[in-house]
């Protein structure tokens, strides 16, 4: 007799609306030094990822690639040892080492297992100590980041990506630099060293750990963190005055060549700390932010302008923006721009229908649920909060207007911030 009860594959499965989401907070303790080190103990192997993340607080607009490369370069090589070294040690333990770099941070993760734990710290913290970017290497990273640059200036959305930034914030701010190959060639050993001592010190280190933890982590950690060896003397400001140029422009950049028309249309935007940032976020997942989503289903599906088209927000410490991205043959661009500004019209005169709204608010908590699962998730959600200043009352809130926003306030909001004469728009390619 079988027991088992087979799946009806015919029917879909019922719908479970998701009502209610708790995101595990992270532990916090402090080394000796003050470094805070945020923890998530949830895994079930004996793993951890560390991450050390020092904030970016100085950006000369003569050298925008120093901290970039001093962070990329970190590991090819101290007093002591050679980048191969580094590597063959790391390798050796099994373990993996990467560098991050975004527009407020930079960051270095260490992936291993717990056992190895007391050998791959001294290696860490021999880097923010002692890097001294070789020469041999800095010149291999300059040969090989002017290489990739020349390829990607032949493509028509790099090209788009770079110049739309540069729109917004300008060429004096990090937010918005636009970088040349002269950039990378300039770059010196001895500056990157001197940005070392002065920015990977402990008084601008946060320090963050989510796996199955050891019991003797923080001693760890302070032993080989912890100490005030690393500080600089220097006072720097942690504000790089964001100035926004003028937003409501038309841009037109010829690509000769191109078979293909990249377009970004965008504003500057509140960021993420905004009380009006989630009700944004639904709004936005409407016109581009999923693959149902107004823009997709017009410009791909419909009129087949394009193979992808979408929408979103970026917050960052100091700015914010909004803006739609896609490419299309360079026959169609004036067609694709009319569409675009009729699907955000649409939204600025006519309420979402209730049953569209169901669906991008399902599939927001959705992704909601998919970034809590697992410890390393459930840390990225902490380091979030940490970043931009928030605390776990963010997500409260977050959720509470995923639940509640009605079609009347997204209508508002959309007449309120996508007013016809506010975007910046840029086309790269032909038209």
């Excluded at 911030?417 to 840029?426: A, G, I, N, R």
């Amino acid at each position: 007799m079988n027991l088992m009860t087979s799946p009806d594959r015919t029917l879909a499965p019922d719908f479970r609306p998701i009502t209610k989401l708790d995101v595990q907070k992270a532990g916090q303790v402090k080394l000796t030094n003050g470094i805070p080190v945020y923890t998530v103990n949830a895994g079930f192997q004996d793993l951890v990822r560390i991450e050390w993340l020092f904030r970016l607080r100085s950006f000369d607009p003569q050298r925008p690639l120093l901290q970039n490369a001093a962070n990329r370069l970190l590991q090819e090589g101290t007093s002591k040892k050679s980048a191969q070294e580094i590597a063959d040690q790391i390798d050796y333990f099994g373990a993996f080492l990467e560098t991050e770099e975004g527009p407020d941070t930079v960051s270095i993760v260490l992936y291993t297992l717990n056992k190895h734990l007391p050998k791959m710290l001294p290696i860490v913290r021999e880097l923010f100590a002692d890097a001294v970017y070789p020469e041999h290497e800095l010149g291999i990273y300059k040969q090989n980041q002017v290489q990739r640059l020349t390829v990607e200036n032949e493509k028509v959305q790099s090209l788009a990506r770079r110049r739309f930034l540069q729109l917004l914030f300008g060429q004096a701010h990090p937010y918005g630099f636009y970088v040349s190959a002269e950039h990378y060639l300039q770059l010196d050993r001895e500056e990157l060293e001197a940005y070392r001592r002065r920015h990977y010190t402990n008084d601008n280190c946060t320090i963050f750990v989510a796996g199955k933890l050891p019991a003797d982590l923080e001693k760890l950690l302070d032993q080989h963190f912890g100490d005030s060896d690393w500080k600089t003397s220097e006072s720097m400001s942690e504000s790089r005055g964001v100035t926004m140029l003028d937003p409501t422009q038309k841009h037109y950049q010829e690509k000769p060549g191109a078979i293909q028309s990249a377009i970004r249309i965008g504003k500057p935007l509140f960021r993420r700390s905004d009380p009006e940032y989630p009700a944004m976020s639904v709004l936005n997942t409407v016109l581009g932010g999923y693959f149902g989503s107004r823009l997709m289903s017009n410009i791909r599906e419909d009129k087949g302008y394009t193979y992808g088209i979408g929408s979103a927000l970026v917050s960052m410490k100091e700015a914010g923006y909004f803006f739609i991205s896609t490419e299309v043959g360079a026959d169609v661009t004036e067609a694709a721009l009319k569409e675009i500004y009729f699907e955000i019209d649409r939204l600025c005169n006519d309420p979402v229908p209730e049953s569209e709204l169901a669906m991008v608010r399902n599939f927001l908590l959705g992704n909601f649920l998919k970034g809590i699962d697992g410890p390393f998730a459930l840390l990225d959600r902490s380091k979030t909060l940490v970043v931009n200043g928030l605390d776990y009352d963010y997500y409260t809130h977050y959720i509470k207007v995923l639940q509640s926003v009605t079609p009347a306030e997204l209508l508002e909001l959309a007449r309120r911030v996508w007013k016809p004469d506010s975007f910046t728009e840029l086309v790269v390619g032909k038209r």
